[in-house]
């Protein structure tokens, strides 16, 4: 082995043990739900935590608080090109978070320019927008659960639901 070839892989050492620990770190399942729409990309990766008698209101997702939509890693949004959010803002292509603050009669959604965020490490300072979303009753969810529904070859909804409460948004591609 060369002595580069040996710098290589031990610089990445530390890389894979920093990763494999955030992996161990994980409380709950991980699902990634995506879709293409015209070659323009949508994905969202998010942590499902589970009921267990919670739920919104609860010290897990407490009314009036910033919230990350789900567990363990903040949720994040990956888009291929730009794109509008129903009464939000213009998103430029790249990946964000995306938290919200629940209340019962509507979430207001926050789109942070920091893509990779641990836990609830929130910076409100890096705010891209803000924008409030109503809360419809629905059956209930065990576990947290966000779907994207292709809505016209531009648009798909995107539907967050947990316990007995689902929010949800159309994202438009230029």
């Known amino acids: 082995m060369t002595r580069r070839t040996a710098a290589r892989v031990l610089s990445a050492v530390p890389f894979m043990a920093y990763a494999n620990a955030f992996q ?9 739900v995506s879709t293409d729409l015209n070659d323009k990309k949508l994905s969202i990766t998010y942590g499902r ?4 008698g919670r739920g919104f209101g609860s010290e897990v997702a407490p009314y009036g608080q910033v919230w990350r939509l789900g ?31 629940p209340a019962k009669d509507k979430w207001t959604f926050i789109v942070n320019k920091q893509a990779d965020v ?7 300072s890096l705010d891209l927008a803000r924008f ?3 809360v419809h009753k629905t059956a209930s969810t065990e576990e947290f659960t966000i779907a994207v ?3 016209s070859d531009k648009s ?6 947990w316990g007995t409460q689902m929010a949800s948004f159309v994202l438009t591609f230029s």
């Not at 161990?24 to 990634?32: G, I, K, L, V, Y």
């Not at 935590?49 to 267990?52: E, G, R, T």
């Not at 641990?118 to 409100?124: A, E, F, I, K, V």
């Open 156 to 161: 798909a909804e995107i539907s967050f639901a």
């Open 149 to 151: 529904t292709k809505k």
């Open 118 to 124: 641990w836990g609830t490490n929130y910076d409100q």
């Open 24 to 32: 161990q770190n994980r409380m709950s399942p991980h699902d990634t």
């Open 132 to 134: 409030d979303v109503p």
């Open 49 to 52: 935590p589970y009921l267990k």
């Open 71 to 101: 567990a363990d890693e903040a949720t994040k949004l990956t888009i291929s090109s730009s794109a509008k959010v129903q009464g939000g803002p213009e998103l430029a292509a790249g990946s964000y978070s995306l938290w919200t603050i």
